[in-house]
């Protein structure tokens, strides 16, 4: 892929476009790995959140609401720096972004989570609890299948916000899309000046976020219309 | 594990650097908030009417906003357009007009919801009894539109505040940076990071109360159904 590039874009343009391809794909591996870290903690915040143990679910607020109010670049340079600082370890770019992401992503994703089982009407669980359903099983075959419609808009849309905070990552030396591309911009090359490799970054970012939004958005139209048309047919 | 968060708290000059620094994050956002409103107001009502051309670009722009980092359009407004346009600016103009783009987006967004969320039957109203397209928007839809979206509006401008630390990587001289000089200072990276936090969730507590005064005293004909 390198050669047909360079053979069709010249020498510069190729190599830099060959390289900032190759280097997205640390973008989407990082995005991915927060996302599944970040929708596992996630999982666990908004279940501590719904038992009825008070400390349980005070904790998860906490985690929420604490989380969310903290800049992601705090996180970056806590986990890569300050952390690492403190216990005199070395944690690699990667495991600090890692960290870092997962951390940013869970907050939001439990809130998503957790809002979407709220919404759920409280007859739900009152009538699978009087068939005799325990706790786990009215969560797994009542609650959790109408959340996850309600959740699967915005837990989509969440991730356009975690591959977009991935850019951050470089800062603590993570080489990705971002850093491959400042590189380059900084680089006295011709044909690399910042006003041609900036738009070219946006656009890779731009072609991996916006299918997600439109897949989003698109979601958000169809299972809103079940939604509304389920809860016409209860009422009726 | 020693923390020694006195090494910070005991320099005069590290705390006047952290309060300089914090004082900027919070007006640069606070401008570039209501710069951004207000183009993302021209912008949401360009798609909203339908105008033509303007319509179109206004909506690909958001998208365009919307869907790529921060960091990026940042980089690109500091770096690529003064060399493109030719023009040299202090850090914290082009961080200004960076962070103005970038709310602008996401404000247009959520006002174009507004919009679409007024109550059918005032509108229909208004144009019963022979109020202009015009009039109709700016009296019946707006109002309505911003007293809905508000609590959203909100939202997005904390939400927003929290990344405008990227502007440090341009030299802008904001609470970020302060902390990134003091860590090369001090190598108390912990402790000055944790600091910076404290300092950030203050800021944006601060916000949140400021806008909810704001949003009681403009919205108070918004009766609570």
Not at chain 1, 187 to 192: D, I, K, N, Y
């Given at each position: 892929m390198r050669d047909a590039l360079i053979e069709l874009l010249g020498k510069p343009e190729g190599i830099v476009l060959y390289q900032l391809l190759d280097a997205t794909q640390f973008t989407i591996y990082l995005s991915l790995i927060a996302f599944g870290g970040g929708g596992l903690v996630g999982a666990l915040i908004a279940f501590l959140r719904l038992l009825p143990n008070r400390w349980a679910g005070a904790g998860a607020l906490s985690w929420i609401w604490f989380f969310q109010s903290t800049p992601l670049l705090m996180l970056l340079f806590l986990s890569g720096l300050g952390v690492p600082r403190l216990f005199g370890v070395d944690v690699n770019p990667w495991t600090a972004a890692v960290i870092s992401l997962t951390i940013y992503a869970s907050a939001y994703l439990a809130d998503v989570w957790r809002g979407a089982v709220e919404s759920i009407p409280a007859g739900q669980w009152e009538g699978a609890r009087a068939v005799g359903l325990s706790f786990g099983q009215t969560l797994r075959l009542v609650i959790v299948p109408q959340a996850g419609r309600v959740a699967l808009a915005p837990t989509v849309g969440f991730l356009v916000q975690i591959i977009k905070g991935t850019s951050l990552a470089y800062i603590i030396g993570f080489s990705d899309l971002m850093a491959i591309g400042k590189r380059w911009a900084n680089?006295?090359?011709?044909?690399?000046e910042p006003f041609i490799i900036f738009p070219l970054m946006a656009l890779i970012y731009f072609c991996l976020c916006f299918p997600l939004s439109l897949l989003a958005r698109r979601l958000e139209r169809r299972l809103g219309a079940v939604t509304q048309k389920g809860a016409a047919t209860a009422a009726a | 594990m020693d923390l020694r968060f006195f090494e910070i708290y005991r320099s005069a000059d590290y705390l006047w650097l952290l309060f300089h620094g914090a004082t900027l994050s919070a007006v640069l956002t606070i401008a570039s908030g209501l710069l951004g409103f207000l183009l993302a107001l021209g912008l949401s009502t360009a798609r909203h009417a339908r105008v033509p051309v303007l319509g179109h670009l206004a909506a690909a722009y958001t998208e365009i906003v919307r869907n790529t980092p921060l960091i990026v359009q940042l980089f690109f407004v500091a770096f690529g357009l003064p060399l493109l346009l030719g023009y040299q600016w202090p850090f914290w103009a082009h961080a200004l007009l960076a962070l103005t783009l970038n709310f602008s987006g996401y404000f247009s967004e959520i006002l174009r919801a507004g919009y679409v969320g007024v109550d059918k039957g005032c509108i229909e109203a208004a144009r019963a009894l022979g109020v202009r397209p015009p009039v109709i928007f700016a009296k019946i839809v707006l109002p309505q539109a911003m007293a809905n979206m508000f609590p959203s509006l909100s939202a997005q401008f904390i939400f927003l505040f929290l990344t405008t630390g990227v502007v440090s990587e341009i030299g802008v001289e904001d609470l970020t940076h302060a902390g990134v000089f003091i860590d090369s200072r001090s190598f108390r990276s912990f402790e000055v990071f944790i600091t910076l936090t404290v300092i950030y969730i203050g800021l944006s507590l601060m916000f949140k109360a400021g806008l909810s005064l704001l949003q009681a005293r403009l919205f108070r004909w918004q009766s609570v159904s």
């Open positions: 680089a006295p090359v011709e044909g690399t | -």
